[in-house]
Nanobody, 120 residues
Framework: QVQLVESGGGLVQPGGSLRLSCVGSIVSFSFFSMGWYRQPPGKQRELVARITKDGMTDYADSVQGRFTISRDNIKKTVYLQMNTLKPEDTAVYYC??????????????WGQGTQVTVSS
C-alpha cells in the first residue's frame, strides 16, 4: 500500500515563499519518480515539477526559476520550495509518485492534496 502525505500549504502574500513536503510510505521510494501537480479553482490538474529517481528535474514554464523540487531518499520525502509566489499559483497541490514497471507501464499514486493560497 503506497501512501503519500503532503504538508506545508497555507496562506501567503504575493512575493512570499512556502515549502511543501510529501512523505511516502514506500519501501522502494528511491525507485520512484516523484512530482508535484496542482489544480487551480475551476481548472484541470497540471504538472508543476518532477524529479526522476536519478535526480533529473523538469518544471512547468510558469514556475521555472521560482520553484525547486528536491528529494531525500533516506527520509522518503520530496520537497517543493516555492519562491516569489504569485496569486496565480493559488491551487491545491498534489504529490505524485510514479513507478515504471518492467513493461514500461506507469503506476501513479497520489496524495490527498494541500491548499496553497497566494493573496494579500
Amino acid at each position: 500500500q503506497v501512501q503519500l502525505v503532503e504538508s506545508g500549504g497555507g496562506l501567503v502574500q504575493p512575493g512570499g515563499s512556502l515549502r511543501l513536503s510529501c512523505v511516502g510510505s514506500i519501501v522502494s521510494f528511491s525507485f520512484f519518480s516523484m512530482g508535484w501537480y496542482r489544480q487551480p479553482p475551476g481548472k484541470q490538474r497540471e504538472l508543476v515539477a518532477r524529479i526522476t529517481k536519478d535526480g533529473m528535474t523538469d518544471y512547468a514554464d510558469s514556475v521555472q526559476g521560482r520553484f525547486t523540487i528536491s528529494r531525500d531518499n533516506i527520509k522518503k520525502t520530496v520537497y517543493l520550495q516555492m519562491n516569489t509566489l504569485k496569486p496565480e499559483d493559488t491551487a491545491v497541490y498534489y504529490c505524485n509518485g510514479r513507478w515504471t514497471g518492467p513493461t514500461s507501464r506507469d503506476y501513479d499514486y497520489w496524495g490527498q492534496g494541500t491548499q496553497v493560497t497566494v493573496s494579500s
